[in-house]
């Protein structure tokens, strides 16, 4: 009896010693087949077995229950990082699972550009299929709320940049991303500010850096335009910024601003009104923040587009009104800017 017990147990060591093995040569294994890599999305809280299932369905030829059972004794299960996957042909069933315990997600991106009002950042935030939506349901206001910005107005405060996310990352997370990238970059400058600046807050600075990032066509004239507005605020003159009234028209503007627009009154018609408008028109970039704090020092108060994307600068208003007629031709505005 002792004898058939022990050969029993050997028996089973031996078979289990063989199915051991069989499912370690499976683990280290390189998993083939033809085209590009398999992108897959692994939702929060999918258990092991149905993740296995749902990758074999995706198009990886892993057989499920077996890259379940690799999980459960060779890896910590527990651990699986939900997001979006990218497995690569040659990849082991191993390799596979230790990129989901490790978080080793495929990454999309979206990008904001220099320039962009709210509007258009929430578009194109909502023209990704890769991005889980949240806020389309929601108001500005109740999206600051979600990411946490105590500021009273979405309009700026998203940096401009490329941003990467895991597909199905809410909208939401990206913002806040972009909000504190605005944050930290606008602080940065600020601390670094030139001294006697006609800005009452970091705000105020924020909101001349979007006028400037809207005015400026060339990168060597952003300092110049940046010391124009500067001179002007602390004159007590009104900017004169064709911008700011484009954007207090929003979807009523045509593409055509008219001598009504300029002299019709309004909290962003800076014709008709001295001082910055009441909240940035456009989210800038660094380069037009770091003209806001530390304008080129000169003794400008206007500017002309010449046309070729630069301006030309002048002192006075005689000096402008013959750059308009140089470069314009059109004598009529020559109080422009």
């Not at 999980?71 to 651990?79: H, L, P, Y």
Request: include cysteine; hydrophobic fraction near 45%; proline fraction near 7%.
């Amino acid at each position: 009896m002792v004898r058939l017990f022990v050969r029993s147990f050997i028996f089973c060591a031996l078979i289990l010693a063989m199915l051991a093995g069989s499912l370690a040569w499976y683990a280290h294994r390189p998993l083939a087949w033809p085209g590009d890599a398999v992108e897959y999305t692994l939702r929060p809280g999918t258990a092991l077995r149905s993740a296995a299932t749902q990758i074999a369905e995706a198009g990886v030829p892993v057989e499920p229950r077996l890259l379940a059972l690799i999980g459960r004794v060779a890896v910590d299960s527990t651990r699986l990082h939900a997001g979006s996957y990218a497995f690569r042909s040659g990849l082991t069933p191993l390799e596979l699972l230790g990129m989901m315990t490790s978080g080793n997600v495929s990454m999309r991106e979206v990008r904001l550009i220099e320039g962009w009002t709210w509007r258009q950042i929430r578009a194109a935030l909502a023209a990704s299929p890769d991005i889980a939506q949240r806020a389309p349901a929601l108001t500005d206001a109740e999206v600051l709320q979600a990411i946490g910005a105590d500021v009273s107005y979405t309009e700026g405060w998203f940096f401009p940049d490329t941003y990467l996310f895991a597909a199905g990352e809410s909208d939401l997370a990206i913002l806040k991303r972009a909000h504190h990238a605005m944050r930290a970059r606008l602080e940065e400058a600020w601390a670094a500010r030139a001294a006697d600046l006609p800005y009452r807050s970091p705000q105020d600075a924020l909101i001349m850096a979007s006028i400037i990032e809207k005015e400026t066509g060339t990168e060597s004239d952003r300092a110049t335009i940046a010391s124009v507005f500067v001179n002007r605020l602390r004159a007590g003159m009104p900017l004169q910024t064709d911008p700011t009234v484009i954007y207090g028209l929003g979807e009523r503007f045509n593409g055509n601003l008219t001598r009504a627009h300029l002299q019709a009154d309004g909290p962003f018609n800076t014709y008709q009104r001295a001082g910055l408008p009441p909240t940035p028109i456009a989210a800038p970039g660094r380069a037009s923040i770091e003209a806001a704090l530390n304008p080129a020092p000169t003794p400008y108060y206007y500017f002309v587009a010449r046309g070729d994307g630069s301006s030309a600068f002048s002192r006075t208003l005689a000096e402008h009104n013959r750059a308009v007629d140089q470069y314009q031709r059109r004598p009529a505005r020559a109080t422009r800017n």
